[in-house]
């Protein structure tokens, strides 16, 4: 079995920053591309940013210059440094990592349960 955990979230006030954190665990062979979506309240899940197992790095227009993803492949960790944060930041943030649990494995997309991000003051 494998799985994604999300850790970090809370509420912080405009202009505020916080540091998301998303481990993958269990049975993995290797670990491909990750990343972090969000779905604001009421509204569709959409992506914040994607970094590949060779630290390639993509990011919404929206989150631009105020978001950092990086990973830490040894210990199987992705991480998503949210500065000068919006109320329209708010959010459920979701990890999304791709995983082989074999050799033999096709590999399979594997989401967090999701950490709730609030920026109000």
């Known amino acids: 079995q494998a799985q994604v955990v999300e850790s970090g979230g809370g509420l912080v006030q405009p202009g505020g920053s916080l540091r998301l954190s998303c481990t993958a665990s269990g049975t993995i062979f290797t670990v491909g591309a990750m990343g972090w979506h969000r779905q604001p309240p009421g509204k569709e899940r959409e992506l914040v940013a994607t970094i590949t197992s060779s630290g390639s790095t993509n990011y919404a227009d929206s989150v631009k210059g105020r978001f950092t993803i990086s990973r830490d492949n040894a210990k199987k960790m992705v991480y998503l440094q949210m500065n000068t944060l919006e109320p329209e930041d708010t959010a459920v943030y979701y990890c999304?990592?791709?995983?082989?649990?074999?050799?033999?494995?096709?590999?399979?997309?594997?989401w967090g349960q999701g950490t709730q991000v609030t920026v109000s003051s």
């Open positions: 999304y990592a791709n995983l082989r649990r074999s050799g033999v494995d096709a590999p399979r997309g594997y």
